[in-house]
Structure formats: structure tokens, C-alpha cells
């Protein structure tokens, strides 16, 4: 009897002071190139202008110690291979980002399209024919609408279309929907049961084969991003939410910064890309709970953190991280002002606070909308947003509208 009380309490003040640790927030960037749009295969300075970019990028992943996951579909594989002898080169993009160990390298599928031959086992024995190794993780897949989503195909060993050999995927992140407008943004790691309906993706399955691994409420350095001062103060914001002891210390948390590869010739684009990640940079110095780590670092940590704290999987939603009492204070009529309220087709949203991003979520916690004023009164088009209730942020402060049909 001794025996076994010794055993409950060791383990009662083991889980309890893992629980007590700050958790950590585990962050990465992530990239697409794309079949639409994207000729890397055919038009080798199209190929050129973007290896050159990445090598830009790349080099500023390897000088701050952070983490990437390249994830590509068959075309700019396809560009390496013809215009930089990736198969007998050693100096080919491709393998640059593998040798760094700072990146690692995810198939994409985009089954959409007809005249893709090569499906998501073909890109990974192309990737291997290239000199490279690439992962097991499904880099995108449709999440929504569920009548459309093609995610449950990956449980089962997929057979190529071109070369004929098999793949399984382990891992899937980054759950797509038409316009993005439905995305599965969440922090968290879990097992979709199956694709019928939110309920059931959302529902932890053990029996499954297939992690999914949450991206947060992933901000985007996109082709109209005129600042990028918005997704730094979100990154800081949670960071403060964490050490502040805002979150719940039995989640485990994870967020992902994403670019484009056909962003990179923009204007500013690369100083974009080079000024978030200098103040994650700078954040991670003065702070214990921001990590970096590709997609399969965060499985393996989080199967660690898991064993340590008997949670078998780990959910929050976007909604929940924006909630306005995480350490957000009310809005007033002296900070901002929305009308009409509820509104329509616009909205005014009216500010003397010039110098503060504003950030819409919609009703479950997915970024929508973001802006600086450059006047005191701005009109934002409510066209297509869904009905709802929708949160507002400016600074510290947060309010809501409502939006009519």
C-alpha cells in the first residue's frame, strides 16, 4: 500500500509540474509554388528569378537558426531537374535547402487540376530522383467545403501515376477551402476522425494513422501586404498571451508565418519576408516560449509533451485565441468607432489612432481582414463577409460589428 501511494503521488507532482511549465509557442515558415500561374518547368528565368529569391530567403533562414518547410508541387521539381542538373548537381537549390538542416522539403498535390499527371507520390520519387529526400507530410489539402475535401485519401498508401511506386503520408497541415475562406486555422495537434462535417474533423480519433498538425492562426506575407507590421504584432501578442499565462498551459500551441513563391519578384517582397523574420529573431532572444520548428519537429515534440502531460492530443481554435478577455481591453468611443452597427454591404471604421494595424477575425477566429489607417475614417467592404459577429483589434483594444444579409 506504501508502495502504490509513493507511486500516485511521484506521479501526481510529476504531471503537475509539467503542467505548471510555461508552454511553448512553436513557430515556422512555410512556402507554396503552385501549378496554376507557375511555369518553372518550361521557363527557366521564371526558374532563375525564383531559386535566386529562395537563396536570399535561405540564407536568412541558416543566419537566424530558423525553421522552413519548402513544400512544392511536381513544376519547379521539374525546373530543377532541367535547368540545374538537380539529379548529378550538387549546387541545385534543392539540395542547398536540405543540406542547411534548417529546411525541410513537403510534396504538394493539387488533384483539381486535370492535366497534373504527377499526383503527391510522383512529386516525392521526383523530389528522390532530384538527390533529395522529402517528408512524409501532405503539404495543403482541401479541408472544406467536406463534399470536396481530399484529405482522407492520404490514411492509404497512394500509388504513383507516373512512376507507379507507393507513398503514405504521416502528417497534414495546412487545411485549404475555396478563397481561403473557410481554412482549418487552429493551434493544436490531433487526429481528424474523418471529413463528414466539422464535428468529426475536429474530433480526436487514436486509431488513426494520420496527425494533423495545427498552423495557428497563420498570418500571410501576401502579394497585398503594404505592412507587415500586423503579423508581427500578432506574433508578439501571442508570445505575450503566453508568458503573461493569458492561454491555457494545457494546450500545445503552434503557428506558421506562409509566403508564396510567385511573391517573390514584388516589389519588397524579400524585405517583407526579411523584416518578419528579423523580429521573430528579435523576439526569440528576450523571450523562453518561442521556438523554432518545421512540421515534423512539432509532431515530435508534441508526442514528447504529450507523454509527459497524459494528453493524448491538443485543440484551440483561432476564436478562442482572440478572445477579448485574453488580456485585451474593451473598446471605447475614445480608442475607435464602427458604424452602422450592425451593418451591411461597409462599414466606417473611425480612429485618431493612425498608427495602429487593425485586424478583423471572423466569427471563428480566422484573420479576414487587416489594415493601417492613413486617415481617420475608413471604409471597409463588408461584400464578402458572411453573416456574423465579427472582432476588431486596434493595439490593446477590441470591439465588434455585427454583419447583416
Given at each position: 500500500m506504501k508502495k502504490f501511494s509513493f507511486t500516485f503521488v511521484g506521479f501526481f507532482l510529476i504531471s503537475f509540474t509539467a503542467l505548471s511549465q510555461q508552454p511553448k509557442l512553436y513557430i515556422n515558415l512555410a512556402s507554396h509554388n503552385e501549378i496554376q500561374g507557375e511555369s518553372y518547368d518550361t521557363d527557366s528565368s521564371e526558374y532563375i528569378r525564383t531559386r535566386d529569391s529562395l537563396m536570399i530567403v535561405l540564407n536568412k533562414i541558416n543566419f537566424i537558426g530558423g525553421k522552413w518547410n519548402f513544400q512544392t508541387c511536381s513544376k519547379f521539381v521539374l525546373g530543377a531537374l532541367r535547368w540545374e542538373d538537380a539529379a548529378?548537381?550538387?549546387?541545385?537549390?534543392?539540395?542547398?535547402?536540405?543540406?542547411?538542416?534548417?529546411?525541410?522539403?513537403?510534396?504538394?498535390?493539387?488533384?483539381?487540376?486535370?492535366?497534373?499527371?504527377?499526383?503527391?507520390?510522383?512529386?516525392?520519387h521526383l523530389l528522390d530522383s532530384s538527390g533529395v529526400q522529402s517528408t512524409h507530410?501532405?503539404?495543403?489539402?482541401?479541408?472544406?467545403?467536406?463534399?470536396?475535401?481530399?484529405?482522407?485519401?492520404?490514411?492509404?498508401?497512394?500509388?504513383?501515376?507516373?512512376?507507379?511506386?507507393?507513398?503514405?503520408?504521416?502528417?497534414?497541415?495546412?487545411?485549404?477551402?475555396?478563397?481561403?475562406?473557410?481554412?482549418?486555422?487552429?493551434?493544436?495537434?490531433?487526429?481528424?476522425?474523418?471529413?463528414?462535417?466539422?464535428?468529426?474533423?475536429?474530433?480526436?480519433?487514436?486509431?488513426?494513422?494520420l496527425w494533423l498538425v495545427g498552423n495557428g492562426c497563420a498570418?500571410?506575407?501576401?502579394?497585398?501586404?503594404?505592412?507587415?507590421?500586423?503579423?508581427?504584432?500578432?506574433?508578439?501578442?501571442?508570445?505575450?498571451?503566453?508568458?503573461?499565462?493569458?492561454?491555457?498551459?494545457?494546450?500545445?500551441?503552434?503557428?506558421?508565418?506562409?509566403?508564396?513563391?510567385?511573391?517573390?519578384?514584388?516589389?519588397?517582397?524579400l524585405k517583407k519576408i526579411d523584416t518578419v523574420l528579423n523580429a521573430i529573431d528579435a523576439r526569440m532572444q528576450n523571450s523562453t516560449v518561442l521556438e523554432w520548428a518545421t512540421i515534423t519537429e512539432k509532431l515530435?515534440?508534441?508526442?514528447?509533451?504529450?507523454?509527459?502531460?497524459?494528453?493524448?492530443?491538443?485543440?484551440?481554435?483561432?476564436?478562442?485565441?482572440?478572445?477579448?478577455?485574453?488580456?485585451?481591453?474593451?473598446?471605447?468611443?475614445?480608442?475607435?468607432?464602427?458604424?452602422?452597427?450592425?451593418?451591411?454591404?461597409?462599414?466606417?471604421?473611425?480612429?485618431?489612432?493612425l498608427s495602429k494595424d487593425v485586424i478583423i477575425y471572423s466569427p471563428m477566429g480566422k484573420i479576414v481582414e487587416h489594415f493601417t489607417p492613413q486617415t481617420t475614417e475608413t471604409i471597409i467592404d463588408l461584400s464578402n463577409f458572411p453573416t456574423g459577429i465579427y472582432l476588431v483589434r486596434s493595439g490593446d483594444r477590441i470591439g465588434k460589428f455585427e454583419v447583416i444579409k
Open positions: 548529378s548537381s550538387s549546387l541545385d537549390i534543392l539540395d542547398l535547402l536540405e543540406q542547411s538542416g534548417n529546411v525541410q522539403i513537403d510534396p504538394r498535390n493539387k488533384k483539381q487540376f486535370p492535366d497534373y499527371n504527377y499526383n503527391i507520390s510522383d512529386v516525392y507530410t501532405v503539404g495543403g489539402f482541401i479541408h472544406y467545403p467536406f463534399a470536396n475535401e481530399d484529405w482522407t485519401q492520404f490514411r492509404t498508401i497512394t500509388m504513383g501515376s507516373v512512376y507507379h511506386l507507393p507513398w503514405q503520408a504521416d502528417i497534414i497541415w495546412g487545411g485549404g477551402s475555396p478563397n481561403h475562406s473557410n481554412d482549418a486555422n487552429d493551434y493544436g495537434i490531433w487526429k481528424p476522425k474523418d471529413g463528414v462535417d466539422d464535428a468529426n474533423f475536429y474530433t480526436h480519433a487514436p486509431d488513426s494513422n498570418p500571410l506575407i501576401s502579394d497585398t501586404t503594404t505592412s507587415v507590421q500586423w503579423i508581427i504584432n500578432l506574433i508578439n501578442k501571442n508570445v505575450d498571451d503566453l508568458e503573461n499565462g493569458y492561454w491555457p498551459a494545457d494546450k500545445f500551441y503552434s503557428l506558421t508565418v506562409m509566403i508564396n513563391c510567385r511573391d517573390l519578384d514584388l516589389p519588397n517582397h515530435s515534440m508534441f508526442q514528447a509533451w504529450s507523454q509527459t502531460n497524459a494528453i493524448a492530443y491538443s485543440q484551440w481554435s483561432c476564436a478562442d485565441a482572440s478572445d477579448p478577455n485574453l488580456g485585451i481591453i474593451e473598446a471605447t468611443e475614445n480608442d475607435f468607432q464602427l458604424f452602422p452597427n450592425p451593418a451591411n454591404n461597409e462599414i466606417a471604421f473611425q480612429t485618431d489612432e
